[in-house]
Structure formats: structure tokens, C-alpha cells
């Protein structure tokens, strides 16, 4: 399992943008499922972006248009593009890597960065 680790979380106001990384410890190319996450205290984690060969790239309807996922191969890096940024987007965000189409899951997670849009 690849090992990941998440950066370029921090503070924000309302209408600014993040970009969020994930580097992984191992090859990961288009034929990997790549997800990213996020999650609030007291609530469950949610699915923000995922990209699998098989179905390409899927967003939540509350990012959509707004958050792009992408990733370099050459730098086994996967990447969150957030813009127009809103206070409900504050959350714990993970990234994630799967070996294969992603109703197969996840293998690997991320240990989070934290993302805070203040109004």
C-alpha cells in the first residue's frame, strides 16, 4: 500500500482559493482509483472527487464546478483544486488511492490537512 501524505491546507476567506496535495510513496497513474475526502467533527466523511478509468471523474453536486481533481504521474502526486471557497467547505481533508476501479474501495489514506474558509 502506497503511503500518502496530504499538503497546502490552511486558512481562507470566503471566494479564495486551495490547492491541495497528496504525495505518494509509490507509481500511481490513471489506471489507479484517486479519491479525496472530507469530514467534520461529529459528522461522516463525505466523497468530494473521485477519477477511476472506468467512470472518470465524479464530484459532489455541493463542489461541483467548483473543485477539480488532477494528478501528475511523474510526480506520483494527486492534486484538490478548490476555488470559489465557501465557509461550508471547511473540513478534514483526505486523499486516497485505490489499485483498481473504485467500487473495488480504497487501499491507502492520507493523514488529512485541514481546510478552515472563514466568511
Known amino acids: 500500500q502506497a503511503q500518502l501524505l496530504e499538503s497546502g491546507g490552511g486558512s481562507v476567506q470566503a471566494g479564495g482559493s486551495l490547492r491541495l496535495s497528496c504525495a505518494a510513496s509509490?507509481?500511481?497513474?490513471?489506471?489507479?482509483?484517486m479519491g479525496w475526502f472530507r469530514q467534520v467533527p461529529g459528522k461522516e466523511r463525505e466523497e468530494v472527487a473521485r477519477y477511476d478509468s472506468w467512470q472518470g471523474t465524479i464530484y459532489a453536486a455541493s463542489v461541483q464546478g467548483r473543485f477539480t481533481i488532477s494528478s501528475d504521474n511523474a510526480k506520483n502526486t494527486l492534486y484538490l483544486q478548490m476555488d470559489s471557497l465557501k465557509p461550508e467547505d471547511t473540513a478534514m481533508y483526505y486523499c486516497a488511492v485505490g489499485g483498481g476501479y473504485c467500487y473495488r474501495g480504497f487501499d491507502s489514506w492520507g493523514q488529512g490537512t485541514q481546510v478552515t474558509v472563514s466568511s
Open positions: 509509490e507509481y500511481i497513474d490513471r489506471r489507479n482509483c
